[in-house]
């Protein structure tokens, strides 16, 4: 299993080891010892699995207390994903970085507290699942504007996103709710 830092150094690729054969594959998604080896030494409480396609995107969603780090595989699909540092103090704040997903790849990412995650979907179905490491709290959760200027995602995308109504109300950056 390898660790890869990203252009924000805490939010990390992983990508595991695969064996595979005519008769499918096995790969390690989750190993405590080796995360913590990596620096990170987290415990997960919730499991999530969301299906969406082609053209939805989800997000860019954090939650200002009970703060969630988020390790993300695909199961089927292929999907962008997007982290944005939202943490003022930080000197990678409002910064975004993302990485292509895949069920073919097995990378996976890991989103620590502090950041808005969100994804879109490439392929025309994608199930992605991820642990957090604290439990979903819907009156403390925000959502960063996807196409906020300010922060300047560039989404591969051919015209508009599929959006929730919620995700479309997003805030700006600079008037969002975010981490000292």
Not at 74 to 94: H, K, L, N, Q, Y
Not at 124 to 136: F, G, P, Q
Request: with cysteine.
């Amino acid at each position: 299993m390898r660790f890869v830092p990203t252009d924000i150094p805490e939010v990390l690729v992983i990508e595991p080891q695969v064996f595979g054969d005519a008769r499918g594959f096995f790969c390690e998604t989750y190993h405590r010892q080796k995360f913590a080896d990596a620096g990170l030494d987290v415990t997960f409480v919730q499991d999530n699995h969301s299906r969406s396609s082609r053209g939805v995107l989800r997000g860019l969603h954090y939650q200002i207390r009970q703060p969630q780090g988020k390790l993300l595989s695909v199961m089927a699909g292929e999907i962008f994903d997007v982290a944005v540092d939202v943490r003022r103090s930080s000197p990678t704040f409002g910064r975004w970085v993302a990485v292509r997903l895949s069920a073919d790849t097995h990378r996976m990412i890991y989103v620590p507290p502090g950041f808005a995650h969100g994804f879109l979907v490439l392929s025309d179905i994608a199930d992605v699942c991820y642990k957090c490491t604290d439990l979903y709290a819907p009156g403390h959760e925000r959502t960063l504007l996807w196409n906020d200027p300010a922060v300047g995602i560039e989404w591969p995308l051919a015209g508009e996103p599929q959006l929730s109504e919620k995700d479309r109300r997003g805030l700006p950056l600079a008037q969002a709710e975010c981490f000292p």
